[in-house]
DNA sequence: ATTCTTGCAAACTATTTGCAGAACA
DNA sequence: TGTTCTGCAAATAGTTTGCAAGAAT
């Protein structure tokens, strides 16, 4: 099941911290000399996201993929250079159960992303 | 400013209530016998974006786009119809502001959604 | 007549898939 | 050797754009 690239994919992704799109691993591992194709780098991170290694979050019609293990717990994402923060709040998950509950949805997930720029980061040019 | 196509187009993503994406509103429009092109679709939603008419979402890759004249808020989506139902909640609002504070961050902004399948639709199948 | 908007088709971008060969057991 | 994994290139799917023609003023 672990495919060959996994190994490596994985610690890229943790390398380059928060949210990163398959594209951009991609470049980063040719850029390091590892030849990896970019069809791997998509059918590894489908399988972590299957698996739970990762979470996923969209950027303007791209998937962004984060190497997260410690369960669930949301996003702080700097807009500029991509890094995060982890977010872990009882508050909201607390809240998200009582909205489900009360409204008779099934199934019920959610996401959570808060995004701004970060502290080293310069103001967005807009 | 104003395309001629816009009235039209906001008034069939409010009837079909929830978020809609763009192509999934271009066959109902050609159903409806209004021979509007896809183009003029994805024309109009970006400005009602650009201008805050509209909300967007993402789901498996396509953008999708619900009518929402209320100001901030978040949705309860369900998963099967695409029905949503507004969320209001002063608490979440306080509760990304704090963070936004401590962090460090600047220009934060942030989504939440939350999930399910509705009362009035089947289980997913899986 | 001039300006703005539209529809079509071509162009793009991100992602997925078919397939022959390489890597592994 | 048989199976799994990989890279490449071609195929998809959603979205954007160039452009000539149509509508509005």
Redesign the pocket.
């Known amino acids: 099941?672990?495919?060959?690239?996994?190994q490596?994919?994985v610690s890229t992704l943790t390398d380059l911290g928060g949210f990163r799109?398959?594209?951009e691993l991609h470049q980063h591992?040719r850029a390091a000399g590892?030849?990896?194709?970019?069809?791997?780098?998509?059918?590894?991170?489908?399988d972590l996201e299957r698996d739970g290694g990762v979470e996923t979050s969209?950027r303007?019609?791209?998937?962004?993929y984060c190497a997260c293990r410690t369960g669930h717990h949301h996003h702080l994402v700097c807009v500029m250079c991509g890094t995060s923060r982890d977010l872990e709040v009882d508050e909201i998950e607390r809240w998200v159960a009582a909205v489900a509950a009360e409204s008779g949805f099934r199934a019920v997930s959610h996401t959570i992303e808060v995004r701004g720029v970060c502290a080293s980061c310069p103001a967005p040019s807009r």
């Open positions: 099941m672990a495919r060959r690239n996994e490596l994919i799109s398959a594209q591992l590892r030849a990896v194709g970019l069809a791997t780098v998509y059918r590894v991170l489908a969209t303007q019609g791209e998937t962004l």
